[in-house]
C-alpha cells in the first residue's frame, strides 16, 4: 500500500493545520491508522491512531484534547487536525497503516508508512 501524507508548513504558535494521509489501493482495508512524529534526535512517537472500521480513536498524552484524528472511507483517506500548535510538536509527521489488531503504540508493529510531512511551529 502507498501511503501519501500532505498538509504540513509552517505555523505559529497557537495556529492549526490539517494533516492528510490518502491510500493508493482501490480495495484499502487496514485495522487501523495511525499518525506518528519525529522531532530530530528523538525517537518516533505515536500521535494518535483511529481504527478503520469503528472509529475508535487514541491519542499520545501530549496532543490530548488538541488534535483530532479521523477518516473518510470512502476516500481511504485518514486525517490529522492540529489546532494550538506549540513549537515542540514540531516534527516529521506519518501516517502509518496496520494490518491486523494488537498493540498499536510501537512503530515496528505498522505495516506501511507514508513519507512524512513537515510541521513546523514557530514561538
Known amino acids: 500500500v502507498q501511503l501519501q501524507a500532505s498538509g504540513g508548513g509552517l505555523v505559529q504558535a497557537g495556529g492549526s493545520l490539517r494533516l492528510s494521509c490518502a491510500a493508493s489501493e482501490r480495495t484499502f482495508a487496514p485495522y487501523l491508522m495511525g499518525w506518528f512524529r519525529q522531532a530530530p534526535g528523538k525517537e518516533r512517537q505515536l500521535v494518535a491512531y483511529?481504527?478503520?472500521?469503528?472509529?475508535?480513536?487514541v491519542y499520545g498524552d501530549s496532543v490530548k484534547g488538541r488534535f483530532a484524528i479521523s477518516k473518510d472511507n470512502a476516500k481511504n483517506t485518514v486525517y490529522l487536525q492540529m489546532n494550538s500548535l506549540k513549537p515542540d510538536d514540531t516534527a516529521l509527521y506519518y501516517c502509518?497503516?496496520?494490518?491486523?489488531?494488537?498493540?498499536?503504540?510501537?512503530?515496528?508493529?505498522?505495516?506501511?508508512w507514508g513519507q512524512g510531512t513537515q510541521v513546523t511551529v514557530s514561538s
Open positions: 502509518a497503516s496496520k494490518a491486523t489488531a494488537g498493540t498499536a503504540v510501537l512503530p515496528s508493529t505498522y505495516d506501511d
Open positions: 483511529i481504527t478503520w472500521n469503528t472509529g475508535r480513536t
